[in-house]
T-cell receptor, first 118, second 114 residues
Framework: ETGVTQTPRHLVMGMTNKKSLKCEQHLGHNAMYWYKQSAKKPLELMFVYNFKEQTENNSVPSRFSPECPNSSHLFLHLHTLQPEDSALYLC?????????????????FGPGTRLTVT | GDSVTQMEGPVTLSEEAFLTINCTYTATGYPSLFWYVQYPGEGLQLLLKATKADDKGSNKGFEATYRKETTSFHLEKGSVQVSDSAVYFCALSVRREYGNKLVFGAGTILRVKS
C-alpha cells in the first residue's frame, strides 16, 4: 500500500457504541493529523501529532480520543457520540519540521471514513 | 487571525470553458499557499502550491499566482473538462512549533457539463 490509508471507509454506529478509526501512512512522515469535514462547513483540524507527541487539540470534545502509537499509525477512538458528529473524518500526514521550512511541506490526505451516528 | 476566503459555489461551466475560482487570504508573515482538490468519495489531493510572492504554481492545466499585494491566490484553467468536476480548497500554511498548520477555505464546488 502507498500513501495514506484509512479504515473503515464507512461506519454506522449508535450513540452508545465504542469504535475506532485507523489511519496508516507509508510516506515516512513524522506528523499526522485528524480533520473533520462536515457538509457546508470548512475543514476542521481536530488533532496534530508530531513525532508521536500530541501538539494540538482544537477544543475537541472528550468523546473523541486520539492515539498515536508510532509515526506511521494514528487512531481516533470514539465513544458516546452524538448525531451531529456524523461527518467525513480525514487523516493526513506530512514531514515535521519547525521554523519556516515547515511552511513548504504539504499534507497528504487519506480517503476518509464516512461516519454516521444514529 | 489567519483565514482564507473562497468564492461560493457551486460553479457550473460547460466543457472547454475558462475557469476562475477566487481565493483571498489573511495571514501574518509570509505563508505558503495551496490549492487542494477533492473528487467525489475521496480525500483531498494537492493540486498546486506557491511558497513566495509572484510564484506561479501549476499542475494538470491549472495555475495560480501568489499575489502578495492583493493577498490573493486565484485558481485558473483555460479549458475545463468534465473530469475536473470536484471540490476545490484554497489553503495557507502557518508557522507552528511542530511544523506547518493548514488553514482551509470553505471549498468551492465545480460542476462541468458536457
Amino acid at each position: 500500500e502507498t500513501g495514506v490509508t484509512q479504515t473503515p471507509r464507512h461506519l454506522v454506529m449508535g450513540m452508545t457504541n465504542k469504535k475506532s478509526l485507523k489511519c496508516e501512512q507509508h510516506l515516512g512522515h513524522n506528523a499526522m493529523y485528524w480533520y473533520k469535514q462536515s457538509a457546508k462547513k470548512p475543514l476542521e483540524l481536530m488533532f496534530v501529532y508530531n513525532f508521536k507527541e500530541q501538539t494540538e487539540n482544537n477544543s475537541v470534545p472528550s468523546r473523541f480520543s486520539p492515539e498515536c502509537p508510532n509515526s506511521s499509525h494514528l487512531f481516533l477512538h470514539l465513544h458516546t457520540l452524538q448525531p451531529e458528529d456524523s461527518a467525513l473524518y480525514l487523516c493526513a500526514s506530512s514531514q515535521a519540521s519547525s521554523g519556516d521550512r515547515g511552511l513548504l511541506y504539504e499534507q497528504y490526505f487519506g480517503p476518509g471514513t464516512r461516519l454516521t451516528v444514529t | 487571525g489567519d483565514s482564507v476566503t473562497q468564492m461560493e459555489g457551486p460553479v457550473t461551466l460547460s466543457e472547454e470553458a475558462f475557469l476562475t475560482i477566487n481565493c483571498t487570504y489573511t495571514a501574518t508573515g509570509y505563508p505558503s499557499l495551496f490549492w487542494y482538490v477533492q473528487y467525489p468519495g475521496e480525500g483531498l489531493q494537492l493540486l498546486l502550491k506557491a511558497t513566495k510572492a509572484d510564484d506561479k504554481g501549476s499542475n494538470k492545466g491549472f495555475e495560480a499566482t501568489y499575489r502578495k499585494e492583493t493577498t490573493s491566490f486565484h485558481l485558473e484553467k483555460g479549458s475545463v473538462q468534465v473530469s475536473d468536476s470536484a471540490v476545490y480548497f484554497c489553503a495557507l500554511s502557518v508557522r507552528r512549533e511542530y511544523g506547518n498548520k493548514l488553514v482551509f477555505g470553505a471549498g468551492t464546488i465545480l460542476r462541468v457539463k458536457s
